[in-house]
Nanobody, 125 residues
Framework: QVQLVESGGGLVQAGGSLRLSCAAS????????MAWFRQAPGKEREFVAA????????TYADSVKGRFTITRDNAKNTVYLQMNSLKAEDTAVYYC??????????????????WGQGTQVTVSS
């Protein structure tokens, strides 16, 4: 089991930046692929980005490519999402998720076994 706690959300103006963090505790963090998803009111949960065990491989949703960067620090058991050039449509609750011992990054929520409680990101236009 792994427990995930997100932080770093808040209110920011369009064009601004935020960095989200997800701290993991419990099972060996480096054994998990990690991802960020988001969910806006009335919408389904949407894939944002994912990163493989040691950070060698990443993947992004087209809507955030070139603006968001996912990284991880296995020594600190933490995954990050740097969000630049934020837009009003990025407003959502952002969740981190963990997928144990996978060999391929997934953009499907059901492939992730563990989830954090979410952190709200609001971008004002």
């Amino acid at each position: 089991q792994v427990q995930l706690v997100e932080s770093g959300g808040g209110l920011v103006q369009a064009g601004g930046s935020l960095r989200l963090s997800c701290a993991a505790s419990g099972r060996t963090f480096s054994a998990y692929a990690m991802a960020w998803f988001r969910q806006a009111p009335g919408k389904e949960r949407e894939f944002v980005a994912a990163i493989m065990w040691r950070g060698a491989s990443t993947t992004y949703a087209d809507s955030v490519k070139g603006r968001f960067t996912i990284t991880r620090d296995n020594a600190k058991n933490t995954v990050y999402l740097q969000m630049n050039s934020l837009k009003a449509e990025d407003t959502a609750v952002y969740y981190c998720a963990a997928d144990y011992l996978t060999f391929a990054l997934s953009s499907t929520p059901r492939d992730y076994e563990h989830w954090g409680q979410g952190t709200q990101v609001t971008v004002s236009s």
